[in-house]
C-alpha cells in the first residue's frame, strides 16, 4: 500500500518520580477502577454512580464514538465497486425540421424508453481504500479513548466538587463557632464598658471582630451554593438543592496518607489521552497513504447493461425487454493525472506535515501527563505536612486566646490582645480545615492524572438505552447500535482490512 505504516514515536519517560523515595508513594501496580472507595465515603460514590448514569457530556462522548463507528463504515464500502445504479427513463424527443439531423431522420418526433443497470469498481491497486479504512478505523478507536478520557475528568470533577463542599461546610461552621466565641467577648466588652472597667473602644474593636466574621460566612455560603450547582450540572440534573444526595457524613473526605503510583511507563497504557493521541497520528499516517495513491494511475472496471426502445422505424415502446433491445458497455479504464501541477505532491506533503504535527502532540501529551503527576502528587505530600504544622498552630492560637481573655477579665492586658488572638484563631482554623481539603483534591488530581476511573466502563454501553431508541426511532442503524459494534474489547489488535459491507 501507498503512504507509511505508522511507528510510535518515541518518547521521553522518566524511569521513577521524582518523590519515589517518599515511604509514602508505592511503585507497585494498582487497580485505579474505583479510586474514589479509597475515601470510603458511601455518599460520594453514590454521586459517583449518579454521575456515571446521567451525565450530559458523557453521552455526548459516548454517541460520536457512534459517529466514528459510521463513518468506519462508510471507508468499509469504498473497498467494493463504488457506482451500483439502476436507471430508467421514458422520454419524449422532437427533432428540429431545420437542424442537420433533419436530412436523416426518418421521424421528427418520438417516444424513447430505458432501463438498466450501471456499474464501476475502481480497483484499490495501490492500497488508496485500505490506507481509508485503516484512518477510520483509528479515528474510532481515538474517540473510544476520548470517551474514556471524559470519564476520568468526570469522576475526577465529582470528587472535587463533593470535596469542596465539604470543605466549605466545614469552613462555615469555624466561622460560626468563632462568632459566636467573638460575641461572648463582646458582651464581656460591654459589661466592662458598663461598669467602668473598659473603654468604648474596646466595644466598637468586639463589635468590628464579629461584623467581619459574620461578613466572610454570606461568601462562603455563595461558594458553596455555586459548588452545588456545579455538581448538580455534573450530575445531569437543572441547579437545585442536592440535600438528598449529600445526606450521610459531612465531614470533609480523607483518604490514607499512602498512595499507589506505579511507574511512570504504565502512564502509556493507562492514560486515555495519550491513547487518543496515539490514535489520531496513526489516522493521519493512513490519510499520507489515501493522497500519496493519486500519483498513481487509478484502474477501474466499468460495465452497463440494458434496454432501449424508441417509436421510430418498425420499433415500438412495448419491445423494451425483448433481447434485440439489448445495450452493453463493458471493460477496463484507467485515469492518471499527470498534469496537476504539483497539487497531489503538495497534498501529500500536507498530509505528512499534519501527521508530524500529531506526532509532537503525542510526545507533549506524555511529557505533560507525567508533569499531571508530580505536579499533584508533590502538592499531596506538601499538604499533608502543613496540616502537621497547622493543627499545632490551632492548638497555640486556642490557648493563647484562652491566656488572653482571661488576662483581660483580670485587667492585666487590654482588649487589643483578644482581638489578635481571635483573628489568629479563625485564621489557622479556616487554614487547617481549607488544607484538609487540599490533601483530597490533590489525592484527586493523582488519581486523575494517572488515569484512572475509566475501567468502570468496560462490559458496559457507552451509549443509554434510552438514548439508542431514540436514535433508533429516527434512523435505520442496522446493527450499529449493538454494543457490541461500537464497545470494542480492551487490548483490541488490527482487524483485517478486508470487511464485509455494513448496510
Known amino acids: 500500500m501507498a503512504g507509511p505504516d505508522f511507528q510510535r514515536p518515541e518518547v521521553a519517560v522518566s524511569q521513577n518520580w521524582m518523590d519515589a523515595g517518599d515511604n509514602r508513594v508505592k511503585s507497585e501496580a494498582a487497580d485505579y477502577r474505583n479510586w474514589w472507595q479509597t475515601f470510603n465515603d458511601p455518599v460520594l460514590d453514590r454521586l459517583m454512580d449518579k454521575a456515571y448514569r446521567d451525565n450530559l ?3 455526548i462522548a459516548g454517541v460520536r464514538v457512534l459517529e466514528a463507528r459510521a ?3 462508510i471507508a468499509i464500502g469504498e473497498i467494493y465497486p463504488q457506482t451500483q445504479q439502476a436507471s430508467g427513463s421514458l422520454q419524449y424527443n422532437r427533432i428540429s425540421e431545420h437542424g442537420i439531423l433533419a436530412v436523416q ?3 421528427f418526433q418520438y417516444w424513447q424508453s430505458e432501463v438498466g443497470l450501471n456499474a464501476s469498481w475502481e480497483l484499490d491497486f495501490w492500497g488508496k481504500f485500505r490506507r481509508g479504512i485503516e484512518s477510520a478505523d483509528a479515528g474510532w478507536l481515538a474517540t473510544v479513548a476520548d470517551y474514556d478520557n471524559a470519564l476520568v475528568s468526570l469522576t475526577a470533577d465529582v470528587a472535587n466538587s463533593y470535596i469542596t463542599i465539604r470543605t466549605l461546610e466545614r469552613r462555615i461552621d469555624i466561622a460560626r463557632q468563632n462568632a459566636e466565641t467573638q460575641n461572648e467577648n463582646l458582651k464581656i466588652a460591654e459589661a466592662r464598658f458598663k461598669y467602668g472597667a473598659a473603654t468604648e473602644l474596646d466595644v466598637e474593636q468586639a463589635r468590628t471582630v464579629l461584623n467581619s466574621t459574620l461578613a466572610a460566612i454570606p461568601s462562603l455560603e455563595a461558594q458553596l451554593r455555586q459548588t452545588e ?7 445531569g440534573l437543572a441547579p437545585s438543592d442536592l440535600s438528598d444526595y449529600l445526606k450521610g457524613s459531612s465531614e470533609i473526605p480523607l483518604a490514607s496518607s499512602q498512595v499507589v503510583v506505579g511507574i511512570p511507563a504504565d502512564l502509556l497504557r493507562r492514560r486515555p489521552d495519550i491513547r487518543s493521541a496515539e490514535y489520531q497520528a496513526a489516522a493521519q499516517s493512513a490519510q499520507i497513504g489515501v493522497a500519496k495513491a493519486d500519483l498513481y494511475p487509478a484502474f477501474s472496471l466499468t460495465g452497463s447493461f440494458g434496454f432501449l426502445s424508441t417509436t421510430t422505424g418498425t420499433s415500438h415502446l412495448s419491445d423494451l425487454f425483448k433481447w434485440p433491445s439489448r445495450s452493453i458497455v ?6 492518471w493525472s499527470i498534469l496537476n501541477y504539483g497539487q497531489i505532491t503538495n497534498n501529500v506533503r500536507v498530509q505528512d506535515a499534519r501527521l508530524q504535527e500529531l506526532l509532537i502532540a503525542y510526545q507533549n501529551t506524555v511529557l505533560s501527563a507525567q508533569k499531571d503527576v508530580e505536579d499533584n502528587l508533590a502538592a499531596f505530600l506538601r499538604a499533608q505536612e502543613r496540616t502537621e504544622y497547622l493543627a499545632k498552630s490551632v492548638g497555640a492560637a486556642k490557648s493563647a486566646l484562652d491566656i488572653a481573655v482571661k488576662q483581660y477579665r483580670a485587667g492585666v492586658k487590654d482588649f487589643t490582645a483578644v482581638l489578635l488572638a481571635q483573628q489568629s484563631l479563625l485564621n489557622e482554623q479556616d487554614n ?3 488544607t484538609f481539603g487540599n490533601i483530597s483534591t490533590s489525592l484527586v488530581g493523582v488519581y486523575r492524572a494517572l488515569g484512572g476511573g475509566w475501567e468502570i466502563r468496560e462490559g458496559k454501553d457507552l451509549v443509554p438505552e434510552r438514548t439508542r431508541e431514540e436514535m433508533e426511532r429516527r434512523t435505520n442503524w442496522g446493527s450499529l447500535l449493538a454494543p457490541a459494534s461500537y464497545n470494542p474489547p480492551a487490548g483490541r489488535s488490527p482487524e483485517s482490512l478486508i470487511r464485509p459491507p455494513e448496510w
Do not use: D, E, Y
Open 57 to 59: 457530556s458523557l453521552r
Open 71 to 73: 463513518l468506519l463504515g
Open 330 to 335: 463493458a471493460g477496463p479504464t484507467f485515469q
Open 432 to 434: 487547617l480545615a481549607t
Open 105 to 107: 431522420a426518418q421521424k
Open 229 to 235: 450547582h456545579a455538581l448538580s450540572v455534573l450530575l
